[in-house]
C-alpha cells in the first residue's frame, strides 16, 4: 500500500505542458490565422485610416475656406474714416459783417471746423452712420451738422461732411491751449460680410492752427 500510494503522489505533482494555455487565447490564435479574420482586420484598418484622412482633409479644406473668406472681405470691404478735417476762422469786421479766414488775428472770435468722412475701399459701405462728440476744457459741447439722422450708403470714393464751431466764450482758451478741443468719432458701416465700428480721436493743436490724431478712443 505504500508503494501505490507513492506513486499516486508521484503522477499528481507533474508540471502542466504548453496545452495549459486558457481555451480563449488557443481559439482566437487559431481565428487570426484564417484568411477571413486577416481580410476583416485589412478591412477595420483600411476604414480606420480612410475616417482619419477624411477628418483631415475636412479640417483643411474649413482652414482653407477661412482664408480665402478673410482674403475677400479684406479686399472687398469698404474702409471708411475721417479723410481730413479742416478749421476756419470767425471774424467780424468794422462794419460788423461775419466773414471767414483761413488765419486768426486779434479780430478772430470762433473756431470752425468740418470733418470729411471718406470711403476708401472698394465696396459701398452700407448703413453708414456716425456718432461724434466735441470736448472743450473736458466738457462736452453741442454739434452742429448737416448729416441725416437715419443710416445711408456711402460709397466707393464718396465723402460725408459734419461741421461745428466754438463760440466766443471758448475761443481764447483753445487758441491760448488753457482749454483743449478734442473731437470723438465712432464710425458705423456694414460690409458684404461683416459689420465695422470704429472710434478715433483728433485734438486741435493752437501753434499748428491745425488737428492731430490721437489713436483709438481710450475710454
Not at 471774424?91 to 478772430?108: I, M
Request: glycine share 8%.
Amino acid at each position: 500500500m505504500n508503494t501505490s500510494e507513492a506513486e499516486g503522489d508521484n503522477g499528481a505533482a507533474e508540471a502542466p505542458t504548453q496545452s495549459g494555455y486558457p481555451e480563449f487565447w488557443e481559439n482566437l490564435r487559431a481565428d487570426l490565422k484564417k484568411p477571413k479574420t486577416y481580410f476583416a482586420i485589412s478591412v477595420v484598418i483600411g476604414l480606420f485610416v480612410f475616417i482619419c484622412l477624411a477628418a483631415w482633409q475636412s479640417c483643411e479644406t474649413n482652414h482653407l475656406v477661412t482664408i480665402l473668406q478673410r482674403e475677400f472681405d479684406i479686399s472687398q470691404r469698404p474702409y471708411v474714416g475721417v479723410n481730413h478735417i479742416s478749421r476756419s476762422f470767425s471774424k467780424k469786421l468794422s462794419n460788423g459783417q461775419e466773414v471767414v479766414v483761413d488765419s486768426p488775428d486779434s479780430d478772430t472770435h470762433g473756431l470752425n471746423f468740418t470733418i470729411e468722412v471718406k470711403n476708401f475701399g472698394p465696396a459701398p459701405g452700407v448703413n453708414y452712420y456716425s456718432d461724434w462728440s466735441v470736448f472743450v476744457g473736458g466738457v462736452k459741447q453741442r454739434e452742429l451738422s448737416a448729416q441725416p439722422n437715419s443710416p445711408f450708403t456711402l460709397f466707393p470714393g464718396e465723402s460725408s461732411y459734419l461741421s461745428g464751431q466754438t463760440g466766443p466764450d471758448d475761443y481764447a482758451g483753445v487758441m491760448n491751449g488753457s482749454k483743449k478741443l478734442i473731437i470723438r468719432m465712432i464710425i458705423h458701416y456694414d460690409g458684404v460680410a461683416s459689420k465695422y465700428e470704429e472710434c478715433n480721436q483728433y485734438q486741435f493743436r493752437p501753434d499748428a492752427k491745425t488737428f492731430m490724431a490721437l489713436g483709438q478712443c481710450d475710454w
